[in-house]
């Protein structure tokens, strides 16, 4: 089971690119005339930060926690289209009310809006069908699940909650296939199961070698996994 300590140990910025390549920096960075028209309306000190966001939202779907979310390339090509030196990305409180309200603004003015619960059933089951049999590492599982968001221009809740809600949907799902299996076990099954259990701190006790590691999911682990049992 995906547990919120695993969980909440990525933050959003786990999957931003650190190295950009010219071409990269210039074909998604570089602002358009409508970005800098919307960031020439802000006050100096605010500019590179919100434009920095808008790219960064653009690209990814997100906003950045903060400017250890920004490579230094990056910061500096935008700086650069804006006149301005790179240190302004300093002055920017980037959990301020004035941040949520320039978030707000940039999630308007890309199309998007706040994911609801209809849209979380949407993403519970692309999790069930797609995600969760895979046996998927937790990093992957933010990205499909950020690139799904994306596409439906669907702007992510805090970390905490997004931790917190995916965890809650793999605990069902966890959940209700194990409900299932027990339902399948008759009775002299299930009493040699909890006689396995009760040794499990027997280092030669049978759990102990069905409980090592199985590996990358593929046909191979799985018909090894089916030879223990």
């Given at each position: 089971?995906?547990?919120?300590?695993?969980?909440?140990?990525?933050?959003?910025?786990?999957?931003?690119?650190?190295?950009?390549?010219?071409?990269?920096?210039?074909?998604?960075?570089?602002?358009?005339?409508?970005?800098?028209?919307?960031?020439?309306?802000?006050?100096?000190k605010f500019r590179l930060a919100y434009a920095l966001k808008m790219r960064y939202f653009d690209i990814y779907g997100c906003f950045p926690s903060g400017s250890q979310d920004i490579p230094q390339i990056v910061?500096?090509?935008?700086?650069?289209?804006?006149?301005?030196?790179?240190?302004?990305?300093?002055?920017?409180?980037?959990?301020?009310?004035?941040?949520?309200?320039?978030?707000?603004?940039?999630?308007?003015?890309?199309?998007?809006?706040?994911?609801?619960?209809?849209?979380?059933?949407?993403?519970?089951?692309?999790?069930?069908?797609?995600?969760?049999?895979?046996?998927?590492?937790?990093?992957?599982?933010?990205?499909?699940?950020?690139?799904?968001?994306?596409?439906?221009?669907?702007?992510?809740?805090?970390?905490?909650?997004?931790?917190?809600?995916?965890?809650?949907?793999?605990?069902?799902?966890?959940?209700?296939?194990?409900?299932?299996?027990?339902?399948?076990?008759?009775?002299d099954a299930a009493i040699h199961l909890c006689s396995l259990l009760q040794r499990k701190n027997d280092k030669d006790a049978p759990l102990t070698f069905i409980r090592k590691p199985v590996g990358k999911v593929?046909?191979?682990?799985?018909?090894?996994?089916?030879?223990?049992?």
């Amino acid at each position: 089971m995906l547990g919120e300590s695993s969980l909440s140990g990525y933050s959003r910025n786990f999957f931003t690119q650190q190295h950009w390549t010219p071409i990269e920096l210039d074909r998604l960075w570089t602002l358009s005339s409508e970005e800098k028209g919307l960031v020439h309306r802000k006050e100096d000190k605010f500019r590179l930060a919100y434009a920095l966001k808008m790219r960064y939202f653009d690209i990814y779907g997100c906003f950045p926690s903060g400017s250890q979310d920004i490579p230094q390339i990056v910061n500096k090509m935008v700086a650069a289209q804006l006149s301005l030196s790179p240190i302004k990305i300093r002055k920017y409180n980037w959990v301020s009310r004035l941040a949520q309200v320039h978030n707000n603004e940039i999630r308007n003015y890309y199309g998007f809006r706040k994911t609801n619960e209809s849209d979380w059933e949407k993403i519970k089951t692309l999790i069930k069908r797609n995600l969760w049999v895979q046996g998927l590492p937790v990093a992957f599982i933010y990205n499909e699940v950020y690139r799904f968001l994306k596409k439906e221009k669907l702007d992510p809740p805090a970390h905490d909650e997004f931790a917190r809600r995916i965890n809650q949907i793999f605990t069902e799902i966890e959940g209700k296939f194990f409900e299932k299996c027990s339902a399948r076990i008759d009775v002299d099954a299930a009493i040699h199961l909890c006689s396995l259990l009760q040794r499990k701190n027997d280092k030669d006790a049978p759990l102990t070698f069905i409980r090592k590691p199985v590996g990358k999911v593929a046909h191979l682990t799985i018909t090894e996994e089916l030879k223990k049992l």
